[in-house]
Structure formats: structure tokens, C-alpha cells
């Protein structure tokens, strides 16, 4: 069984919350509320969520790009056939 990418999942997830931060923070700037499933996203929710997201972004860049893999265990190779 193969190991799932995790780094290349957390770059993804780096973009993402970059543009989602932004766009959130641009909208929450220009006061501009969003329609959204017959609601409305009020520019002081597009605030708070603008700094959630970036606050993601920030995690997940660290995981996908700047953190270093881990060495396996001398003992976790030798159970696995390597």
C-alpha cells in the first residue's frame, strides 16, 4: 500500500487558503456583502474569515513546504522489508 502525499496535499491546501484570505479580506474591505445559500455573508463575517483562512494558510504552508520529513526508526524500516 502505497503512503498518501501528504506534503503535496498541505501545498494545495496553502493556495487555497492564500486566495480565500484575500478574497475575503477584499470583500470585507470594500464592505461588500456576499450572498451565499439565501443568506448573506456580512463583510464583518468576510473579516473574521479572511483571518481564519490565512492563519490556515500559514499552517499548512509550513507543513507542505518548509517542514522537514521525519527520519524513520531503525525499527519501523526493518518491520516494513526496507
Known amino acids: ?3 498518501f502525499p501528504w506534503k503535496e496535499c498541505f501545498k494545495f491546501l496553502s493556495g487555497a487558503f492564500f486566495v480565500t484570505a ?5 470583500f470585507a474591505a470594500i ?3 456576499i450572498p451565499f445559500l439565501g443568506t448573506v455573508m456580512t463583510p464583518m463575517f468576510l473579516g473574521i474569515r479572511g483571518c481564519m483562512h490565512f492563519v490556515f494558510f500559514l499552517l499548512t504552508f509550513y507543513l507542505g513546504f ?3 520529513p521525519k527520519a524513520r526508526a531503525d525499527s519501523d524500516r526493518l518491520s516494513s522489508g526496507a
Do not use: D, T
Open 66 to 68: 518548509l517542514r522537514k
Open 1 to 3: 500500500m502505497e503512503k
Open 22 to 26: 484575500g478574497a475575503s479580506w477584499y
Open 31 to 33: 464592505h461588500l456583502p
